[in-house]
């Protein structure tokens, strides 16, 4: 079993920058890949972004350019570094590891873009 739980959200002003992060419960380094998503109320959850066990990362066409996903297989720990921070990004962001056909999520953390 993995625990995955998220902390960093908050309320921003527009055009500030949050880094959220996500604390695995065990070793990450099998997991493939581990990923950021994010859902605002009665809408479907949406890729935020991934990273392979490799380094390789994808973003959502939204936050290309503003977002930066990174993992610290030691730390256990995977980070989204967010700027330009714009209403819209406003939901909950959830963190994610796939294991071959197993999928874990964390309990999500609140960002909240306002001024």
């Known amino acids: 079993q993995l625990q995955l739980v998220e902390s960093g959200g908050d309320l921003v002003q527009p055009g500030g920058s949050l880094r959220l992060s996500c604390a695995a419960s065990?070793?990450?380094?099998?997991?493939?890949?581990m990923g950021w998503y994010r859902q605002i109320p009665g809408k479907e959850r949406e890729l935020v972004a991934t990273?392979?066990?490799?380094?390789?990362?994808n973003y959502g066409d939204s936050v290309k350019g503003r977002f930066t996903i990174s993992r610290d297989n030691a730390k256990k720990t995977v980070y989204l570094q967010m700027n330009t921070l714009k209403p819209e990004d406003t939901a909950v962001y959830y963190c994610?590891?796939?294991?071959?056909?197993?999928?874990?999520w964390g309990q999500g953390t609140q960002v909240t873009v306002s001024s």
């Open positions: 994610n590891a796939r294991d071959g056909i197993k999928n874990y």
């Open positions: 065990r070793s990450i380094v099998s997991f493939n890949p």
């Open positions: 990273i392979t066990r490799g380094g390789f990362t």
